[in-house]
């Protein structure tokens, strides 16, 4: 997730026992992949276009939730 660099080593960490977080990474890579793609190949589709970038941003306000969540609980 290049917009989260900051949060890169604790989503290692989280990764390695959270499959909630592994599952939003692996739709996010193939959101953010679809969406550079559709862009790529000059997509005049707006509708798809707003639908996937909206998708990849929902996706990493659920991870930075879960990041905080996380560092909350944290002692």
Do not use: H, W
């Not at 005049?44 to 996380?70: G, H, P, Q, R, W």
Request: glycine share 2%; proline share 3%.
């Amino acid at each position: 997730m290049l917009k989260l660099p900051a949060m890169r080593g604790q989503l290692q960490m989280l990764s390695t026992r959270n499959s909630t977080l592994v599952s939003l990474c692996d739709a996010f890579d193939e959101a953010s992949s679809t969406l550079d793609r559709l862009r790529r190949n000059g997509s005049t589709d707006d509708k798809l276009l707003i639908e996937y970038e909206t998708l990849c941003s929902d996706i990493e306000n659920e991870v930075i939730d879960i990041c905080i969540a996380a560092r909350n609980k944290m002692p």
